[in-house]
Each structure stands twice: as structure tokens, then as C-alpha cells.
């Protein structure tokens, strides 16, 4: 699945951006919440993730780059997030907020920065929806891809198959024509991606 990250998007018009997204093969829209303190940049909160709900039918999988995510997510499922995912960096019961997403009927996913191994997360692993692996250090779009960090999603891929989980694998950062076929090649299951798909240079009708 390709996950468009609205956060390379023009910001002035985010309703002509889902239609490109729907346009162009996504079927997830990934929208990356920050809050200045987890990660250096602002993005945007609940209401533009309200507003914009009525204008796709696509499942909306909230990044939440942001400290004490567990003070957001009741909010944000309420504005319509669908999928609700989590920094384990940032959270510190990280188990307890997985049943507090579900609870609300949300898909929970958990996300790890570069420097995290998968380890970290393996007790989670069978209570999680989603696992979304940085490619990159969050906070900036536009980044250069870490080639060591996907050697993760062939890890967690292989967890998966041993454990009999069936948790969705996501990959976001630098994520382009470039490195597309690397990524793709480590058996990921949702491929997010926001400078590249919005400047067109992300052939994914034809990977």
C-alpha cells in the first residue's frame, strides 16, 4: 500500500492533495503530527485532520511525532484519524496506549526513529496493528534515506512469519525513485512517502 504523507503537501490547499493522493495509487493517507518538542518542527493538529475527513474516503493513519502521545489520541480518534500511530520513544506504557487506541476503535500502530532496534518493540508486536519503521530521523521532510535501517523491515518481517503475527509493516523516509526498489525489496507492507510522491517523482504504478 502507498501511504502519501500530507505533510510535503501544499499546505494552502490539503483538499486538492487527498484527490491527488486517491489520483495516484494511495490507499492510505499518512498525516504526520509534530509538536515542536519530539521533533524540532510544528506541523498541525486535530481540527485540520477534522476538516479534511469529509473530503476522502481513504483511511487516515495519524503519525503522532509528539511527546505524551497519550494525551492526544482520544482527540484525534475523534476527529477521525482510523489508524493511530505512536513514537515508542515518547511514550512510556506503551502497551497500556495500544489498548486505550483500540478501546476507541482505532488501529493502533507503533513507530521507531533510526536508533531504536526492533527489539525494543518485540513485546508489543502481538498487540499492535502497524509497525512503522523510520528510515530517516523524523522531523523534516525531504531527508536521504538510512540504508541501515532496512535491514529492520526484513527483521520484523521474519518475527512476524516465526510468531504467526499479523501486524501491517510501513517504512517512511526518503522514501523515492531511488530507493524505492531496495525498500520494496525488504517485503514492507505500506510504503510512506511525501516529497517524492507530491513532486512526481515516485513511479508507483509502475514498481
Known amino acids: 500500500m502507498l501511504a502519501p504523507s500530507l505533510l510535503s503537501a501544499d499546505f494552502s490547499d490539503l483538499k486538492s492533495a487527498l ?11 499518512h498525516i504526520d503530527v509534530m509538536d515542536g518538542i519530539f521533533v524540532p518542527q510544528i506541523s498541525y493538529g486535530q481540527p ?22 497519550e ?25 497500556r496506549l495500544i489498548q486505550r487506541i ?13 536508533s531504536t532496534p526492533v527489539q525494543a518493540v518485540s513485546e508489543l508486536l502481538e498487540y499492535v496493528d502497524l509497525v ?12 536521504k534515506l538510512i540504508p541501515s535501517c532496512v535491514r529492520k523491515i526484513q527483521e520484523l518481517a521474519e518475527i512476524r512469519r516465526e510468531r504467526n503475527l499479523d501486524f501491517l509493516i510501513s517504512v517512511d ?3 523515492n525513485g531511488q530507493t524505492l526498489d531496495s525498500v520494496l525489496a525488504a517485503g514492507p507492507d505500506v510504503v510512506v512517502s511525501g516529497s ?7 513511479n508507483w504504478k509502475n514498481s
Not at 56 to 69: A, G, N, Q, R, Y
Request: proline residues 5%.
Open 19 to 29: 484527490q491527488t493522493v486517491e489520483q495516484n495509487g494511495g490507499s492510505v493517507v
Open 48 to 69: 485540520v485532520v477534522q476538516s479534511l475527513r469529509p473530503h476522502s474516503k481513504l483511511p487516515f493513519d495519524v503519525h503522532l511525532m509528539v511527546e505524551k502521545p
Open 71 to 95: 494525551n492526544q489520541v482520544d482527540s484525534f480518534a475523534e476527529a477521525g484519524a482510523d489508524w493511530i500511530t505512536f513514537h515508542h520513544e515518547a511514550c512510556v506504557h506503551s502497551h
Open 102 to 114: 483500540h478501546s476507541l476503535g482505532k488501529k493502533a500502530g507503533i513507530s521507531i526513529v533510526p
Open 132 to 143: 512503522l519503521i523510520m528510515t530517516v530521523n523524523p522531523g523534516f521532510g525531504g531527508q
Open 173 to 175: 523516509g526518503g522514501v
Open 196 to 202: 517524492a510522491f507530491f513532486s512526481g517523482k515516485l
